[in-house]
């Protein structure tokens, strides 16, 4: 343990004095280009710090259109071509000043390699990871758990992919607005969430993590979900071949590289989602160019394995391939989008998501955050049946709620959607009214 320490101790401070004598470099362009700001990085490379840049990047919201990348040898060259979610140029002085101290040589981000990417501290909340089959209902009965148990929801983001569901969600005591930190209270936290997220199905496995570290949600969710294997076909993805993404992987004898290549759909934070799933896999990036000004996405990667080699077989191509989808389709956001904006209070994801149960929709990923006492929630729904939404429904469940409250976003043709045979993402929804939790050691009925 000890020789571990000095070792780890000895990486940094060569990391540091290497960073002493290179610093990194950003230029910010606001000129050259007519409908872009042009980012340039340059930087001693790392594994990893490409995700790092990709990652400050993203959390401002900005739409990466255009991305060259280069990392061969010890330097990295990127540039990024990037707009806000409007398509324009970023003028904003605050925002370009963070961009620059974020990622310059006045940055902490380069200063070391088993730093995580846009971590913020958690001493104010009690993290809380979960993973489990998806089923009609499921988030409703976790909400309604922590409402019970005395848990606030202030932030969370829900995913449903491949039959399963992951949610990372930062909650605090009801009492206190403080985290939770009594031993026995969180072993119950802990045990009545999983007896929820194991349900009747005994195949597959159900996790629930609780703890006071320090995470960034996506980056995790795509880690969760990627150790649980979602990325394995089961037959019955809602996805057709026409709408999946187009991912090929082969190698490049003559230098030794995999190229791989991907056409899809574009959306925010695509660039991310690969970059991350590619880094975690412990893939490096050499080369790269990314185009993402229509449409369509296109991206192609140089890439080896952190050994130093290509792709080695035809298995491990098909699981890059799979994993790269997985990382695709995992925030493809499906149905219609519902916002809600209304002042926090303990119970509102869990008497919005009953709401949704109880009118038979089902919400394919979702969103929660809570500033200054006003919580502001995204969700994604569509019918659980995979019939076209009934306009009058979301009517009535506005009635309900508030309409000044909830709010149809996006396209509303999504209310006229083609139905489908067998929808397999029931996070928020479900077919039932009601649900006892007599089975998950609550004697009490939620409806």
């Known amino acids: 343990m000890a020789s571990v320490s000095y070792s780890q101790t000895m990486d940094d401070e060569y990391e540091k004095f290497i960073r002493r004598m290179n610093p990194p470099r950003v230029v910010i362009d606001t000129e050259s280009c007519k409908n872009a700001t042009v980012i340039q990085v340059d930087s001693a490379n790392k594994h990893g710090i490409l995700l790092e840049v990709v990652q400050v990047l993203t959390d401002l919201n900005l739409i990466i259109t255009k991305a060259y990348i280069c990392s061969d040898g ?24 963070y961009i620059q101290k974020s990622l310059g040589p006045d940055s902490c ?14 001493m104010d909340h ?9 089923r009609p209902g499921l988030l409703s009965e976790v909400s309604a758990v922590l409402t019970h148990l005395k848990c606030n929801v202030v932030n969370a983001e829900v995913w449903t992919h491949n039959t399963r569901a992951a949610a990372v969600m930062q909650v605090t005591d009801k009492e206190t607005g403080a985290a939770i930190t009594d031993p026995e209270r969180l072993a119950m936290i802990k045990q009545l969430l999983c007896n929820v997220l194991k349900g009747s199905n005994k195949s597959r496995e159900a996790k629930t993590v609780v703890s006071h570290g320090v995470t960034h949600t ?21 996805l057709n071949e026409r709408e999946r993404p187009n991912v090929n992987v082969v190698n490049w004898c003559d230098k030794d ?4 290549t991907i056409r899809c759909k574009d959306r925010p934070k695509l660039l991310f989602d690969i970059i991350c799933t590619l880094t975690d896999m412990q893939y490096v990036v050499f080369h790269g160019n990314v185009d993402a000004e229509g449409p369509e996405a296109h991206q192609e990667y140089c890439v080896r394995h952190v050994d130093g080699s290509p792709v ?7 699981r890059v391939i799979q994993c790269l989808e ?8 499906e149905g219609l989008k519902l916002e809600l904006c209304t002042t926090d209070r303990v119970g509102l994801l869990s008497d919005v998501t009953r709401i949704f149960r109880e009118n038979s929709l089902t919400v394919t990923r979702a969103e929660v955050s809570t500033r200054a006492g006003k919580a502001s929630n995204t969700f994604y729904v569509s019918d659980a049946s995979g019939y076209p939404i009934d306009g009058k429904i979301i009517d009535s469940i506005r009635q309900t709620i508030g309409q000044t409250i909830l709010r149809v976003k996006g396209c509303p043709e999504e209310l006229n959607q083609t139905p489908q045979e067998s929808p397999t993402r029931f996070l928020f929804g479900g077919l039932f009214k009601s649900r006892s939790f007599v089975n998950f050691g609550l004697v009490r009925s939620y409806s």
Not at 74 to 97: P, Y
Not at 126 to 134: A, M, P, V
């Open 312 to 318: 080695k077989s035809d298995a491990e191509r098909q």
């Open 109 to 122: 981000f380069a200063s070391s390699m088993r730093r995580s990417v846009g971590v913020v501290s958690a």
């Open 257 to 260: 590289y995999s190229v791989v």
């Open 74 to 97: 010890g330097w990295f060259m990127d540039v990024f071509k990037v707009t806000d979610q409007d398509g324009n140029k970023i003028t904003d002085e605050g925002v370009l000043d």
């Open 126 to 134: 009690t993290s809380i990871e979960l993973i489990g089959s998806d």
């Open 326 to 333: 997985a990382a695709i389709e995992r925030r493809v956001s």
């Open 218 to 238: 996506e980056r995790r969710l795509h880690q969760m979900m990627f150790a649980d294997r979602d990325y394995e076909r089961t037959g019955h993805e809602t």
